[in-house]
């Protein structure tokens, strides 16, 4: 757990993400699951995503503990409480340079870094453990401050997909974004 709050430190130094100690980033465990479930329910982070509401706890349990190799899942914790996640997949064949991306964080806590730290920690990951050359992932056109947050990461949009998905009663489109490492 230091080690994380240490990296982070040095990651953002003129501008902590939390005081010492509060936030801490780990893997997803098996025993996440109702957590990581409240918190994909919750109306903000499920707008953000292709989840449909009411997703059952069980569901969320297979999704967890039925994991692939070449698969990352990170939670966010404050406190005890799981405020975001985030994943990486790791694609196969020709493409296993590639991997998607994927994070949310809780309704309550957007906007204080937490996207940050589960960002860089999926860019660590990726470029220092895995040798992914090229991140791939969706994000909604109307989602400005998680573009933002890829843009200043390096993410680059590609194309825009349109009538992309079904959310809230109407078709949505969506930027194809991606960072390619050198």
């Known amino acids: 757990m230091e080690a ?3 990296l982070l430190e040095r990651q953002t130094p003129s501008r902590p993400i939390w005081d010492a100690g509060a936030l801490v980033l780990r893997a997803m465990r098996p025993s996440d699951a109702e957590g990581v479930n409240a918190l994909q329910n919750l109306p903000g982070f499920r707008f953000g995503t ?3 509401p009411y997703q059952s706890l069980e569901e969320t349990r297979k999704f967890i503990e039925n994991r692939t190799a070449g698969r990352v899942g990170i939670v966010a914790l404050v406190e005890d409480r799981i405020v975001g996640t985030a994943g990486l ?5 020709r493409r296993n340079h590639a991997a998607h991306l994927g994070m949310g964080v809780h309704d309550d ?10 960002l860089r920690a999926l860019l660590d990951t990726a470029d220092n453990w895995m040798n992914l050359k090229r991140l791939e992932l969706t994000v909604f056109v109307d989602n400005a401050a998680a573009i933002a947050l890829y843009d200043r990461h390096g993410f680059e949009t590609e194309g825009t997909l349109r009538a992309y998905a079904f959310r809230d009663g109407a078709f949505v489109d969506a930027y194809a974004m991606a960072r390619i490492r050198p």
């Open 109 to 118: 806590y957007a906007g204080r870094g937490i996207g940050t730290a589960l």
């Open 50 to 52: 292709l989840r449909l």
């Open 4 to 6: 994380t709050r240490t």
């Open 89 to 93: 997949e790791r694609l196969d064949g």
